[in-house]
């Protein structure tokens, strides 16, 4: 779904963009719990999960393209986009393992984590690695985490 909306804001697709992003954000999210903000990675097409479990690159690919539609389409026109890939980043930025869930970046080796959570958090993917992702988080999310 993610990668589906970092097509659509690329192509100017609003009205897909916002479809993808409201099913994603009503059945896809994690609303509390220790995975609060993240996405369960699999689900059926009633939004049932099929595994709740999270993807760190689908995260990544959720709050990048967010804040392209921020800068593409504005905070006004019945989602702000800006605020939701701030909460996402806020969420995942203070996960401590509470429940097994860890943050997207491992916070010694400062990489990507395979899945965030306390076995997928000790190692990486290559294809995971998106460093423009992070500079467009660090320009435009304006969270005060640009030095993370």
């Known amino acids: 779904m993610s ?8 192509f100017d697709r609003k009205d897909i963009f916002d479809r993808l992003w409201r099913w994603s954000k009503t059945y896809m999210q994690h609303k509390e719990g220790p995975s609060e903000g993240y996405f369960a990675w699999c689900c059926r097409t009633d939004g049932s999960h099929i595994d709740g479990g999270s993807a760190s690159d689908g995260e990544l ?3 990048t393209s967010l ?4 800068n593409r389409w504005g ?4 989602i702000n986009y ?23 970046i491992h916070k010694e080796h ?39």
Request: hydrophobic residues 45%; contains cysteine; glycine residues 8%.
């Open 3 to 10: 990668y589906g909306m970092m097509i659509a804001v690329q």
């Open 61 to 63: 690919y959720f709050i």
């Open 67 to 70: 804040i392209f539609a921020s």
């Open 75 to 78: 905070n006004e026109t019945g």
């Open 82 to 104: 800006l605020a939701d890939a701030r909460h996402i980043l806020d969420c995942a930025l203070k996960k401590d393992g509470t429940g097994g869930i860890m943050p997207l």
């Open 110 to 148: 400062k990489l990507i984590t395979f899945v965030p959570n306390d076995f997928g958090y000790a190692f990486t993917d290559p294809s995971y690695h998106l460093p423009a992702f992070y500079e467009v988080w660090a320009r435009w999310a304006d969270d005060g985490c640009s030095d993370y």
